[in-house]
Nanobody, 123 residues
Framework: QVQLAESGGGFVQPGGSLRLSCAAS????????MAWFRQAPGKEREFVAA??????YYKDSVKGRFTISRDNAKNSVYLQMNALEPEDTAVYYC??????????????????WGQGTQVSVSS
């Protein structure tokens, strides 16, 4: 049974940083496309970042601020978020799937999802 468990969310002031973790079981993270999505109140869930093979992909508005990484030994994926803005406030979800590059930004490409972790950015 595949499980993805996110952690690391919280409350931070604008300009602050958080590091989200996604611990996987039932699959190996280096064998799947791994991604972070987020859903803000009243909005649809959106792509944030993905790691596929040796390449990383980002939503334009987080480029230069967020970094996705993977630790095969810990079977985990991380999202380092710096220079956080109030617009980054959302529930962040970890996802895994057998994705192809052209579709890795789409929810439907991912078969497995975590429960989400709340990130709140406010002064």
């Amino acid at each position: 049974q595949v499980q993805l468990a996110e952690s690391g969310g919280g409350f931070v002031q604008p300009g602050g940083s958080l590091r989200l973790s996604c611990a996987a079981s039932g699959l190996t993270v280096n064998g799947y496309g791994m991604a972070w999505f987020r859903q803000a109140p009243g909005k649809e869930r959106e792509f944030v970042a993905a790691f596929k093979g040796g390449s990383t992909y980002y939503k334009d508005s987080v480029k230069g601020r967020f970094t996705i990484s993977r630790d095969n030994a810990k079977n985990s994926v991380y999202l380092q978020m710096n220079a956080l803005e109030p617009e980054d406030t959302a529930v962040y979800y970890c996802a895994a799937g057998r994705v192809i590059t052209s579709s890795l930004r789409f929810e439907r490409s991912y078969a497995y999802w975590g429960q989400g972790t709340q990130v709140s950015v406010s002064s």
